[in-house]
Structure formats: C-alpha cells, structure tokens
C-alpha cells in the first residue's frame, strides 16, 4: 500500500493567517491527490481532487500543489469555518490511501 | 443533488456480521462506482472497499477476507457485509460516489464525493 504522511499533525493557527500543509506519498503517485475537509461530527467533504482543482463551491483561498511526491494544501487568510482537519488522500493505486490527518485549531 | 444515506444497526455482538446500507437519491447508480469507508473513534479514514454499478467489487487487503459488498441499481442501494467482527471494527462506517468525472472533464483516477453522513457502528456485547 502507498503510506501518506500529513505534516504537521496539528496546528494552531489565528484567521487571516496563511496555513500550509503538506502530504509526502511514500512513491510516486503522478498528480492522483485528494484533499477533503472534516468538521466535528460531520463526513469529510471533498476540497480539491486531482492535485489542484477546486471541488465546485470551494472557496478560492485553498489551493493545492505539488512538487514531486510532496503535496501542499494551502489556506490563505484562514476563515472561522475553516478550522477543521484535513486529510489527503491517493487514488494512484490501489487500495487509496489517506494521511493521517492535519487539525488546524484556532490559536 | 446526489445524496447518500446509511442505514443498520447501530451495535454489533463480537464475531457477529456487521450489515449497512446506503441508499442513493439524485442520481442514477450506472455511472460511477461506489465505496465504503470507515473511521474509527479519534483516528484516520480507511477505505473498505468499493463495487461497480455491474457488481465488480474491490476490497482493501486487510478486510478482504471478511467483506462482501452488493449493489441493487433499481433500487439505488449498495450494501455492506463484514463479518467476524471484533471491538476493532467499531468505527464510524461511510458511504460514498466514487467519482472520477467532473465538470466535463473525466481523469485516470477517482474521489470520493459526496459522502452520506456516516453511522456509528459499535461492536461490544
């Protein structure tokens, strides 16, 4: 199976801040990246697929992108709803694969 | 707008079969595969397996001795069978589209949107 490793575990961050998270593929996946948003109680919600497209309806502060087999999920001006955790997941091979997991908490 | 619903029991004896189903509104289910994934209490996802709208199924490695999944299009559900459970395979179990088209443009490999609401399943006597 291909491991996905999410840095940093957690983080606390205030709202405006910009927020970086990263997802390392244990080997190469190509572009095969998903990142989904978890809020407290709820199912995870698709944010970005495909390495960089926005999900429709996501707002245009998240961005995704990669460089080799290290993806990065970005939140510039961090908002009120968007202190939740983050999870990335491959579909490269099977079976997917997610990360662990990345809680932003408010600081 | 696609939605998923979950539906079974919510507590399972140990060595006992765990059963859900989810059921689609929405959309039709010919056009995409389907997935099951579950999260247990405080920790990650992981992916239990999926089926196609003709029945094919795939399964993860550690849960494939013990999972079967079935689908009925005309009645819009995909079901869930694992069996032999222990305290282990309490979680909360998801159904979701497994999705690899969108907006006009179809790609090599999927994701998964939407998700139902997920169901708590507890395994204890």
């Known amino acids: 199976d291909i491991q996905m490793t999410q840095s940093p575990s957690s983080l606390s961050a205030s709202v405006g801040d910009r927020v970086t998270i990263t997802c390392r593929a244990s080997?190469?996946?190509?572009?095969?990246l998903n990142w989904y948003q978890q809020k407290p109680g709820k199912a995870p919600k698709l944010l970005i697929y495909v390495t960089s497209i926005l999900q429709n309806g996501v707002p245009s502060r998240f961005s995704g992108s990669a460089s080799g087999t290290d993806f990065t999920l970005t939140i510039t001006s961090l908002k009120p709803e968007d202190f939740a955790t983050y999870y990335c997941?491959?579909?490269?091979?099977?079976?997917?694969?997610f990360g662990q997991g990345t809680k932003v908490e408010i600081k | 707008q696609v939605q998923l619903q979950e539906s079974g029991p919510g507590l399972v004896k140990p060595s006992e079969t765990l059963s859900l189903t989810c059921t689609v509104s929405?959309?039709?289910?010919?056009?995409?595969?389907w997935s099951w994934i579950r999260q247990p209490p405080g920790k990650g996802l992981e992916w239990i397996g999926s089926?196609?709208?003709?029945?094919?199924?795939s399964h993860s490695p550690s849960l494939e001795s013990r999972v079967s999944i079935s689908v009925d299009t005309p009645k819009k559900q995909f079901s869930l069978r694992l069996t032999s459970v222990t305290a282990a395979d309490t979680a909360v179990y998801y159904c979701?589209?497994?999705?690899?088209?969108?907006?006009?443009?179809?790609?090599?490999?999927?994701?998964?949107?939407?998700w139902g609401q997920g169901t708590l399943v507890i395994v204890s006597s």
């Open positions: 080997e190469r996946i190509s572009t095969y």
């Open positions: 997941q491959q579909s490269y091979s099977s079976p997917p694969t």
């Open positions: 089926v196609s709208p003709t029945g094919i199924t």
């Open positions: 929405g959309s039709s289910m010919t056009n995409t595969d």
């Open positions: 979701a589209r497994r999705q690899d088209c969108s907006g006009g443009s179809c790609y090599s490999y999927p994701w998964f949107d939407p």
